[in-house]
């Protein structure tokens, strides 16, 4: 301990040295935690970052890393070169001072940015699919009105984990408080004056699939899975594959559990029967060369039992969280074209796929959010009801 306290004061001997290495040590936690509300760590970062210093044995560039950074595939995030950090004025209310950390690269080090005005930000409801839905239309947004999208903590808390290449800056929860929360179809009402005076927090399960689906390969780029979440697809997949390089996979996303109720009470309506399935796989085998299914679900046992083929392979990991829901997006992702019932995370595995999409639709006196949006967008997709019936269009398809 003693020889370790006196290698430390000879590195660090000055008055100086030890408050740059009280504000590396700060700085470091404070981007790890996420917090972009402390001044006092802002204000130390800043400092430290808007002085040229070489310490003895550390020279280089400071670069602070994310907590849960890991090794990535081969596509790396681009390095983005970072605007200068700012001080703020002294005199600045806590609404003006509010700032997003900007990621860049791997590392996901960056600088901060200052947020007046024209900033869009969106709430954090369910699980990973909603807010795999959520930061989409929020990306999307910010493209299309020409603002800046932030993120939360919050509506990081399950993307990060499985896309740990996100680039949408980050600021604090407390911050968005500030905001002005309004709806969807209010904010879209706007004009781009209006919209661009203000800070605009758009509430409530965020579905604009007609907007981000213009936009979907800035999003590949965003949601790219973590490397050992694309290896254990790869390795399944080619395991199903024995050596064929003809095979065709489609992605199965089965959903029961949760949805019986939800559809109930939100849709009046019921769930498909098994019926829908064989119908979109008889589909399929007429569509393509050597179909290979790839079934995932919560509720694997029912899909033994009214799923089961040759070419039917039950790959899902049957834990209904992490890592299994990681995984069954990481492999249906994977897939050349998907069939899924319902939910935002069968459609971000389409979505993500890139392939074609089949769903059900007329399994409800209310239409799903999903086929309204796919409707709307007039975005391509092949429509079966709950009986197994292939729709020429969706029900309400003019």
């Known amino acids: 301990m003693k020889t370790t306290s006196t290698a430390i004061n000879r590195l660090f001997g000055s008055t100086r040295s030890k408050l740059i290495l009280l504000a590396i040590v700060i700085g470091v936690g404070h981007l790890l935690v996420y917090n972009t509300s402390c001044e006092t760590c802002n204000s130390l970062f800043t400092s430290f970052r808007n002085k040229t210093v070489v310490l003895p044995a550390l020279a ?7 907590a849960d950074s890991v090794q990535t595939d081969d596509l790396a995030s681009p390095n983005i070169t970072l605007p200068p950090v700012q001080p703020l004025p002294e005199n600045s209310s806590s609404d003006v001072r509010c700032r997003a950390r ?3 690269g791997n590392n996901r080090s960056g600088g901060f940015i200052d947020l007046s005005a024209g900033v869009i930000t969106g709430g954090s409801n369910g699980r990973l699919g909603n807010n795999l839905m959520e930061y989409a ?11 800046t999208a932030v993120a939360t903590p919050y509506l990081l808390r399950r993307i990060a984990r499985v896309f740990p290449h996100t680039s949408m800056p980050v600021v604090s929860d407390d911050c968005v408080k500030n905001f002005t929360t309004i709806s969807p179809e209010n904010f879209e009402a706007m004009n781009d004056t209006q919209r661009r005076k203000g ?3 758009i509430s409530y399960y965020l579905h604009r699939i007609r907007t981000f689906w213009y936009y979907r390969e800035d999003l590949f780029k965003e949601f790219r899975f973590r490397h050992d979440l694309t290896k254990y697809a790869n390795v399944r997949l080619h395991r199903v594959a024995a050596g064929r390089s003809d095979v065709t996979f489609v992605g199965v996303h089965v959903r029961r559990t949760d ?23 008889s589909l399929c085998r007429k569509r393509y060369n050597n179909p290979a299914f790839i079934v995932t679900s919560d509720d694997n046992p029912w899909c033994r039992q009214h799923l089961s083929a040759p070419d039917v392979h039950f790959l899902g990991d049957p834990r209904s969280e992490s890592p299994g829901v990681e995984r069954d997006l990481a492999l249906l992702a994977a897939c ?3 069939i899924f019932d319902y939910g935002t995370y069968g459609f971000f595995a389409a979505f993500l796929a890139g392939g074609d999409m089949i769903l059900a ?8 959010e999903m086929v309204t949006e796919l409707r709307e967008g ?10 197994g019936r292939v729709l020429p269009t969706c029900v309400r398809c003019s």
């Open 102 to 104: 900007l990621l860049s």
């Open 259 to 281: 949805f019986v109720k939800h559809m109930q009470n939100v849709f009046n309506g019921h769930l498909v029967t098994a019926s829908f399935f064989h119908s979109a796989m």
């Open 199 to 201: 800070k605009w927090n």
């Open 336 to 338: 050349n074209h998907t």
């Open 60 to 66: 280089g560039t400071f670069q602070p890393s994310r």
């Open 137 to 147: 239309t929020i990306f999307g947004m910010g493209i299309k009105y020409n603002m």
């Open 378 to 387: 007039k975005i391509n997709a092949t429509f079966i009801d709950g009986n």
């Open 361 to 368: 639709d007329g399994v409800s006196e209310k239409e799903s």
